[in-house]
């Protein structure tokens, strides 16, 4: 199918699965479009990216979503290639990234798309693999409570590094996305909380490569909600991480997410 007629394709779907909202609803490639050209703008002349953009320092964790963002849609391969620099450098002789289970699974993730630093993945992935627990799911550190983000993450880097979509443990923490999805189509970070477009973007694009297919109810969901709370400049917002101090603010994170999951969703129609 040609671009154009798969982009006029999908909206037009995406309108008749989700029904007509207050408002018009933008597209997936617009939405694409906006987060990319706000996420080149962000990065920093030593090739990392701040949480948010002109403030603080930069750091390993806000560059590997940068970065993976940049790789998925080829916007800028110099960019990308600083980036992925950056990430080498920081990885703790345990192979972990930060002792942090969502920084460890976004380092080896970024990595396997850039094709390199074989070594740094596996050693990533075998501290990853020995801090999963027995229901599958993930939480910030290996003996943590679960919460979503973790979990969903987790799950694309066990992908990413080879572990085939029938893995039970695979299966086992896509079925525990499923099962924490929230009444409005959203997701929060623990079980129950409130609606976040960084958890809803992340259980999204986990559940999509996991296995969940394109028409399944909690995708269709979850995708209307997030297409409809996109911010006028491209941004999305987020009370999440903690250095947000739990206030909403436009962040380059959530945004970098969105971006991912939105071309998955495009990406698995595509496909078809």
Known sequence: MKRRNFLI??????????G????????????????MAYIVKAQ???????LIAGTGHTEVETTTWATRALLLTKKNDAAAKKG??????????????????????????TLSDANTGREAIEKGITWLWQSQKKDGGWGAAPKAPNLSIYTA????????????????MIHKGVEYL???????????????????SLSTAWALYA???GGIPKYDDSVKKGLKWLLNIQLPDGGYMSRVPKELKRRNKKNTQTTCFVAWAVWEAMLVKAKH
């Open 207 to 209: 559940m999509l490569e």
């Open 84 to 109: 992925v620099a950056f990430i080498l450098k920081n990885q703790k002789p345990s192979g972990s990234w930060n002792n942090n289970i969502a920084h460890t699974a976004f380092a080896i993730w």
């Open 9 to 18: 394709v999908f909206i037009m779907l995406g309108c008749f699965l989700v």
């Open 20 to 35: 007509m909202t207050q408002g018009a609803m933008a597209s997936p490639k617009d939405t694409l479009n906006k987060a």
């Open 153 to 168: 993450v987790a799950i694309r880097a066990l992908l990413a590094a080879g572990l085939p979509i029938d893995d039970v």
């Open 44 to 50: 920093q002349p030593d090739g990392g990216w701040q």
């Open 178 to 196: 499923r099962s924490v999805q929230n009444k409005d189509g959203g997701w929060g970070v623990p079980k129950g909380g409130r609606s976040l």
